[in-house]
C-alpha cells in the first residue's frame, strides 16, 4: 500500500474541515448498567491527522485521516474510552469511510455517502452507519462480547461549523437482557 506524503495534491473533500486537533468539555454518554442507565459527563481530545491517499488495487484512490480520540469523566478525570481509526474519502465514489477500534475487542467499518453539496452557510454533514452482519459496513467483535454485550448497529453523525464540531453517536447493544441505545454527544472546538 503507497501512501503519498505531498498533501498539497490530496483531495480530502469533506474530511478537510476535520483536520487539527479539538477539544470539548460538554459530553454526555447515555450507557447502560445492569439495573437501568447511567449518564456519564465527559471531555474529550479528537486529533485527526492527514497522512495522504492511499491507492487500492490500482483503481481506487482513498484520501485518508488517522484520528485517536480520547475520553475521560469529569468526576474523576479517567480514560474511560481511547478509540482510534481512520476516515477516508473516496472521491470518485463519493463515499466517506470511518474505520475505528476500541480496546474492548470490538472493530466497525461504518460508510456513507456524501454529495459533496456544500452548505451555502459553509457547514459540513458527515453521517456514517454500520450493522452486525452488512456484507458492506459491518462490525467484529470477540466472542465475549458478542455473547456479552454484543454490538448490533453503528449511527455516527459529524457537523462541522468552521471551528465547531458536534456529533451524536448511537451504538445500538445487547446487554444485561435487553436492547440498549447506548449514545455520546459533545461539542468541541479546534485547538
Known amino acids: ?42 471531555f474529550e481530545t479528537l486529533e485527526f491527522e ?14 485518508v485521516l488517522r484520528y485517536q480520540q480520547i475520553v475521560r469523566r469529569k468526576s ?6 481511547d478509540q482510534t481509526g481512520y476516515w477516508t474519502w473516496d472521491a470518485e465514489a463519493g463515499v466517506i469511510v470511518q474505520s475505528l477500534t476500541i480496546p474492548r475487542a470490538v472493530c466497525l467499518l ?4 456524501h454529495s459533496g453539496a456544500e452548505d451555502p452557510a459553509g457547514t459540513v454533514r458527515l453521517a ?28 455516527h453523525e459529524v457537523e462541522v461549523d468552521g471551528d465547531q464540531l458536534s ?15 447506548h449514545t455520546d454527544k459533545n461539542v468541541l472546538t479546534r485547538r
Open 110 to 113: 461504518a460508510g456513507g455517502v
Open 128 to 155: 456514517v452507519q454500520a450493522e452486525l452482519g452488512d456484507p458492506d459496513w459491518g462490525i467484529l467483535q470477540s466472542p465475549f462480547m458478542r455473547e456479552k454485550a454484543r454490538t448490533l448497529k453503528f449511527n
Open 167 to 181: 456529533y451524536s453517536e448511537t451504538t445500538l447493544l445487547d446487554i444485561y437482557g435487553r436492547t440498549f441505545e
Open 50 to 63: 492527514a497522512i495522504g491517499d492511499v491507492e487500492n488495487a490500482e483503481s481506487q484512490v482513498l484520501a
Open 1 to 42: 500500500m503507497d501512501t503519498s506524503n505531498d498533501e498539497q495534491e490530496v483531495d480530502y473533500g469533506p474530511l478537510a474541515c476535520l483536520i487539527g486537533t479539538w477539544k470539548g468539555n460538554r459530553g454526555v454518554d447515555v450507557s447502560p448498567e445492569p439495573e437501568g442507565t447511567e449518564h456519564n459527563p465527559y
Open 76 to 81: 474523576n478525570d479517567k480514560v474511560f474510552h
